[in-house]
DNA sequence: GCTATCTCTTTAACCGTTATCATCTCCGAC
DNA sequence: GTCGGAGATGATAACGGTTAAAGAGATAGC
């Protein structure tokens, strides 16, 4: 691989030279100049990455840590992230934990998800050896996370999961806020008695977004009744087999707490031909899209991942580059979802 | 940040000491050993990537640069070429083009796709910098690519679109096959008439699964009618189109050429009352999310993501450690999609 | 003609790690 | 008692770039 020094000797200059005018530094004369670049075009040299590194002991790069690149939140925010990082002047390492997949030790895909949080060490411990300048940890869900090793002097900054303690910052998702907005347009269409289908019992959006459910009834003088509330578990036949209990109750519309629930409900509802959207109306949660590619058009309310992952790119250069801000303690920053009107919910 | 200096200095030994133990190289008393590691374990000591990386001239890294992370399926290939590599013993870097987005110039979103691929080059100069061993191409849709910089010298493989004259190898779905397999499925299951909606015009997948759509009804000497077979765009609203067309036709199939007019065609057939599954059936192509969601379920040919990445992850290996085999011009490897029955099909 | 000033270029040190080679210690053999 | 050899540890240089400081050459001022 071509380095600096042949540059230099095609050239008939100093590998210094070079360097300065790769660097922008000193003044040359243009001759010089035009030559030097010219002969790097032609060559296609670039500087040894790591070679700069080592000399520049800082070396402006974010390591972006990912809990699972195939969940449907992460692409999008990884994308945000390294965008805003490139566009400031910041590269960006990525390292995907694989959580929910499991390879066996020839990288080879063998089945069954595998959440560990104690994998993440090794992960932490490569943005220390890349001695990356701060590091941006996205969960797949949200939850309290207890991944960073002990006296880890890198900043690091929460997307989408938080920091228990609250010991780094964090950006979530406002599940309370967002719910309540989303029940408040059920209220708004005429719905009083709404079934709700959960997430998983004690998990954090389960727990939140019930909360947001209770706010917008209680603004509205609407008694809150357990016996329409049922445990789902985020997933698709949970949704299925609510819908089969909800229905048989009083009940005008169902919030299924995330998309894929909702379709679940879809399925027994179009099973037994009762229209969505006309004798029962349904809204989800999440925006995947699969919400929109339903049948009726799925309501919901849209994460953005966009603006989590700008936030937390914004975040950790902040902090790289002013130690003060790094100190501050934050509770999590919360992002409100963007409430999605579609087909799936009718005025009564 | 710690060095090894440091450490040899904590410990009493000589700096080559801790990095012959940290390597596993010669051997030294368990006594020595066991201090060094205790002191490394205690300061969280980690060596500098950059400077291992100068001086040991291999540095083990594969380049991953993918065109579009949120294309559905450009993060199950990533992953599956992440892990297989790190088990194999290299580090992967990730960069994403983000060629479907548009970001101005801080970072933040703007929205309108914008596929350019004279975008590539500076990303292919970035493997360079970081002195990649190899580079895999994942590209967001099959298509000839030309998009490696003049007198490249890294390895570079292909994945998901091919490389202009087979210049280098590459992983692609066989389209051809993999369509002649669901016909031959639909015209098991009694169709002779089938409507097809293809994509956007001269596209390559389009052509190719034409191709095998041909095959197929050739073998059952069934007569190719144009008349059955309309333009789409790969579009939900295309395939929206399509179906209130082909409806009016002697026909009692309907194949998308992706799942995504799939769902479109879905859309008018619901709406019209007519019952998919039963008054027609509908086939798509892709696997992705949607399909499995839908009302019915849709019978689809799964994309074999893991595979392609697998596979381009063990070609660049062998590329980067078998000159040899470096040198072998070979046309594209075509992986067959696997043919998933689900509901949306009925016999006749 | 000599020195001062300015502009451009070169020299040399340095970043952290490791491969290579040298040294030192210990022990047994002759 | 000396020598050889093995095992453990240490010294040194090199990887490829950047940067501060020194050097060289041209021009201007006295």
Same sequence: chains 1, 2.
């Avoid at 960006?92 to 994998?119: A, C, H």
């Avoid at 490569?126 to 006296?151: C, F, K, M, S």
């Avoid at 408040?184 to 019930?210: A, C, D, F, Q």
């Avoid at 937390?312 to 009107?341: G, H, L, Q």
Wanted: glycine letters at 6%; aromatic letters at 8%; charged letters at 25%.
């Amino acid at each position: 691989m071509i380095t600096v020094k042949e540059i230099a000797k095609m050239c008939d200059v100093s590998p210094s030279t070079v360097s300065n005018i790769l660097n922008g530094k000193n003044n040359m004369t243009a001759e010089t100049k035009e030559k030097v670049l010219a002969c790097i075009e032609a060559t296609g040299y670039r500087p040894n990455y790591f070679a700069q590194g080592m000399r520049r002991q800082n070396n402006k790069t974010i390591c972006i840590i990912a809990e699972e690149i195939c969940q449907f939140s992460t692409p999008q925010i990884v994308e945000s992230i390294m965008m805003y990082c490139e566009k400031n002047g910041y590269r960006t390492i990525f390292i995907n934990l694989g959580m929910y997949n499991k390879w066996d030790n020839k990288g080879i895909k063998v089945g069954s998800p595998d959440l560990i949080e104690e994998n993440t060490k090794p992960a932490f411990l490569e943005a220390q050896a890349i001695r990356a300048d701060g590091v941006i940890y996205v969960a797949a869900h949200g939850r309290a996370l207890d991944v960073v090793p002990e006296n880890y002097d890198i900043p690091v900054i929460f997307a989408y999961g938080f920091s228990k303690d609250n010991k780094y910052k964090s950006i979530v998702i406002d599940d309370e806020e967002s719910s309540r907005v989303l029940v408040e347009y059920l209220i708004s269409m005429g719905h009083k008695k709404i079934g709700v289908v959960t997430g998983t019992k004690e998990n954090y959006h389960t727990i939140e977004r019930l909360k947001g459910f209770k706010n917008a009834l209680k603004a509205h003088d609407i008694k809150y009744d357990p016996q329409n509330v049922i445990n789902g578990d985020w997933q698709r036949e949970s949704g299925y087999n609510a819908a089969k209990e909800l229905i048989k109750k009083d009940i005008t519309a169902i919030w299924c707490m995330n998309d894929v629930m909702a379709l679940g409900a879809y399925d027994y509802l179009i099973e037994n031909n009762i229209k969505i959207g006309e004798d029962i109306s349904v809204i989800g949660f999440d925006d995947r899209e699969i919400a929109a590619y339903a049948y009726p058009k799925l309501t919901t309310s849209a994460i953005m991942l966009d603006d989590i992952g700008i936030l937390s790119a914004k975040m950790i250069i902040n902090e790289i580059e002013d130690s003060s801000y790094r100190k501050e303690k934050v509770a999590p920053t919360r992002v409100v979802c963007k409430f999605i009107e579609r087909n799936s919910v009718k005025k009564i």
